[in-house]
Every structure is written in structure tokens, then in C-alpha cells.
């Protein structure tokens, strides 16, 4: 025998050598991974590595301790605010009992004063008088018949609003039991003024409850000069709803404001227009007929954009699908039908396209409607000063 035949010859498989190990059991063995025995398992059942397990670690202690700095800077603001709170309160009580006993005289409109006005009532409730009692020269000023001005208020009406103010420090009666409906917009005022705010909140909340068709307009102008939204959104809401009624009645129409006309006119028309879309449940609110314009301005050159790109990719779609039937050859391109270029999506997107090109028109010419009308507003010194709420 050769040593090709000897190579040649088959050497016997022997019976006694074991299977190879699949890789996981060949690593685990060799310790690149741990062990079946004492390797920790997660939920999914997988084998976890040591720096795993270690950068795991790391990330919980992070975020431990992000956790423990922001609830530690959150406890603080909470005990800082805590304590100005009870220090305001000590502070408060200490000037009750200094100006306990003492009052003032109050002036109104032509030269009359109110005379014996209880000066811990109006510290206790109206902040303008906290503050200036906290000053360390003002008792000087009381104790030498000191006069506080409000001249441009009537003695009935500043009489009325004491009159709440010193029966509110002694007890919680409401106020709707308390003012006269005469005086309850000029108490509006005063309150404002004086920075009383619980008496203020209050009458608002009387006055909302008592809008109706004839004085609408008025607390409309009231909420918009005071800066009240809930009560300029309340009334301007019962003008939009019988708006119709408030233009056939001559008297009320003629006595709005023209700015406040402009505004209702806006809200009308924006409602029987598209300018606001549909599922649109956030109110857009502009703070002058200027940015009005401009922001209105701006959203139609985009819808202009827009429909400009979807024609021009209409056409090139419909370009691409000739050129596709013209490259059929002579003998095919006579079964290709018209519908077959102009159908499907592209009949889709032309009806879209039109849609589009209607709501354009409308906001164009509502754009030109509200530019003529505010062009006369703007030159205007008028008292409505509102916010525009769309």
C-alpha cells in the first residue's frame, strides 16, 4: 500500500466522543457569561452581565438623586412660601392692632367727604391700604387729619362700597345682599382701584349674573378697561347670541363703542367663514387689530403656498402619467383612455385642490372686509381696547 492509499483509507469515527456544545453553554462554561446556577434573570428570562447589572446600578442612584434634589428644592420653595404667608399675616394682624380705633376722612367727586371711615376695614381687605399702612410715615399723615383722595368717584357710591367693606371684616355676608344695582358698577371700580380683590371677585360674579340686552355692551367695555376675562368672555358671549336682536334695536347699537362694533363684526364673521377650522377647540386670541391683520395676513400667504404646491405637483403627476402612455407605442397607446390619466388619485387631489382654492377665496375676501373696517378703527380714538378671540 502506497501513502496515497494510506491517506485514502477511511480513519473509524470513535463511538465514545461527545457532542459539540452549542455557543451559550461553550461561554458560559469558559466564564464570558455567568453561570445557569447563580446568574441573575430578568423578567424576560435573559442572562444578565455583571457591568449590566453595575451600569443599572449607576442609573438608579442617578436618577435617586436627581429625584432627592428636585424634592428638596420643591420642600424649600413650599416652606418659603409657607413662611412669607404666616409673615404677611403676622403683619397684617400687628397693623390691625396699631390702626384699630382710628379712621379717616375720604373725598369724593365735588369736594364732598365721608368723615369717621374705620381704617382697619380698608387695610383688612383692600391691598392699596395694607401697603400704605405699612409704610413707616404714614401714621404720621393719619394722626394730622389725613384725607385720601377719590375724586373721581360719587359720595353714594363710595359711601356703598364702605358700607360692604366694613360689614365684610365683621362677618361674611354676601355681597349681592350688600350693594344697591345703582352703584354696583362704580363699586366695580372702586374695588379695582383700591385693590380689593375678594370684594371685587365677588361684584363680578353678581354683574355676570346679571348681563342682559340692554346693559351687554356696557360690561363689555367694563370687563375690557379692568382687564376682567371671565367677565368680557361672558358678556361678549350673550352679544354673539342675540346679536341680531342688540343691531335692530337702533338705541343699543348706535350707543356701542365703534371699536367694540369692529370686534363683534370680526367674531360674527369669522364664525360664518372658514377662517376658524374645524375640531378647532383653543380659542386664538390677538391683543390688537394690527397683530390681528398681520397673524391673518400671514396664515393666508401660507394657504396661498400650499394650494400653489399641491397644483404644481398635480401637474406634474398628470405630465408623468402622458409621458407613461405615450411610451406605450402606437398600437397600445389607443386602448389607454382619458380617465386612465386624469382618474384615481389625481381625481382625488383635483377635488381637494378645488376645495382648497374655495376656502382661499373666502379668507382672501374676508381679510379685505376686516382691513377696511379696522383701517377706521385704528384711526379712531375709541374707548374698546379688547383683546380679539377667535
Not at 356703598?160 to 363699586?187: A, M, P, W, Y
Request: net charge negative; aromatic share 8%.
Amino acid at each position: 500500500m502506497n501513502h496515497d492509499e494510506q491517506n485514502n483509507e477511511q480513519i473509524p469515527f470513535p463511538v465514545d466522543v461527545p457532542l459539540l456544545q452549542d455557543i451559550s453553554h461553550y461561554l458560559q462554561e469558559n466564564g464570558i457569561l455567568p453561570g445557569h446556577s447563580n446568574a441573575p434573570i430578568d423578567e424576560t428570562g435573559t442572562f444578565r452581565t455583571q457591568d449590566q447589572l453595575e451600569l443599572e446600578a449607576t442609573l438608579n442612584a442617578q436618577q435617586q438623586y436627581g429625584s432627592d434634589v428636585i424634592n428638596k428644592f420643591v420642600k424649600e420653595d413650599e416652606e418659603i412660601n409657607i413662611n412669607a404667608c404666616e409673615d404677611q399675616r403676622t403683619r397684617k394682624q400687628n397693623l390691625l392692632k396699631k390702626f384699630k380705633g382710628v379712621s379717616i376722612s375720604i373725598q369724593t367727586r365735588d369736594n364732598q367727604v365721608v368723615s369717621n371711615v374705620p381704617i382697619d376695614s380698608l387695610i383688612d381687605l383692600c391691598d392699596t391700604f395694607l401697603t400704605l399702612a405699612s409704610s413707616e410715615h404714614w401714621s404720621s399723615f393719619v394722626n394730622q387729619d389725613f384725607i385720601f383722595q377719590l375724586e373721581q368717584f360719587q359720595k353714594d357710591a363710595v359711601e356703598c362700597f364702605l358700607n360692604i367693606v366694613q360689614i365684610r371684616f365683621k362677618s361674611s355676608t354676601s355681597i349681592s345682599d350688600l350693594i344697591n344695582s345703582d352703584h354696583i358698577i362704580e363699586c366695580c371700580y372702586i374695588a379695582h382701584f383700591l385693590q380689593a380683590t375678594e370684594v371685587t371677585d365677588e361684584i363680578v360674579s353678581v354683574i355676570q349674573l346679571s348681563i342682559d340686552s340692554e346693559n351687554c355692551t356696557s360690561i363689555c367695555v367694563l370687563a375690557d378697561e379692568l382687564q376682567i376675562p371671565s367677565l368680557l368672555q361672558a358678556s361678549m358671549k350673550f352679544i354673539m347670541e342675540r346679536l341680531d336682536n342688540i343691531e335692530n334695536d337702533g338705541e343699543i347699537w348706535n350707543d356701542i363703542p365703534a371699536a367694540l362694533k369692529h370686534h363683534i363684526i370680526t367674531l360674527r364673521n369669522a364664525a360664518k367663514s372658514s377662517i376658524i377650522g374645524r375640531g378647532q377647540t383653543k380659542e386664538v386670541i390677538f391683543s390688537s387689530a394690527g397683530e390681528f391683520l398681520a397673524i391673518f395676513h400671514d396664515t393666508l400667504t401660507c394657504q396661498k403656498e400650499r394650494l400653489n404646491g399641491a397644483k404644481q405637483r398635480q401637474e406634474e403627476i398628470i405630465q408623468e402619467r402622458l409621458r407613461e402612455s405615450e411610451g406605450l407605442g402606437r398600437f397600445s397607446r389607443r386602448f389607454v383612455q382619458e380617465t386612465n390619466v386624469y382618474g384615481g388619485s389625481v381625481e382625488d387631489a383635483s377635488k381637494k385642490i378645488r376645495k382648497q382654492e374655495e376656502r382661499v377665496k373666502t379668507l382672501q375676501a374676508f381679510y379685505k372686509e376686516q382691513k377696511a373696517i379696522f383701517a377706521k378703527d385704528m384711526q379712531s380714538d375709541s374707548q374698546f381696547r379688547g383683546k380679539f378671540s377667535l
